[in-house]
């Protein structure tokens, strides 16, 4: 049951910070900043601009990031 707790965990935090960006992108569409995101492969985690050193949410490094296209 540890893997089934720990992907909710991650799924609740993960859209959590979904939820934030959205709102932001919602709150910026009369002035749209570009950015890239980058998505963490092993949680989910969205990140803006770079990739952080290590996930907030699952602590997996940098490399497990991905540029979202």
């Not at 799924?11 to 570009?34: C, F, G, I």
């Not at 803006?48 to 540029?67: H, L, M, Q, T």
Request: proline share 4%.
């Amino acid at each position: 049951h540890k893997a089934a707790v720990r992907s909710f965990k991650y799924a609740n935090e993960v859209e959590q910070t979904h939820a934030e960006l959205y709102q932001k992108a919602l709150d910026s569409l009369e002035n749209p900043a570009e950015c890239d995101y980058y998505v963490c492969s092993v949680c989910g985690h969205t990140h803006e601009n770079e990739a952080p050193e290590k996930c907030p949410v699952c602590g997996a490094k940098s490399g497990a990031f991905f540029k979202s296209e």
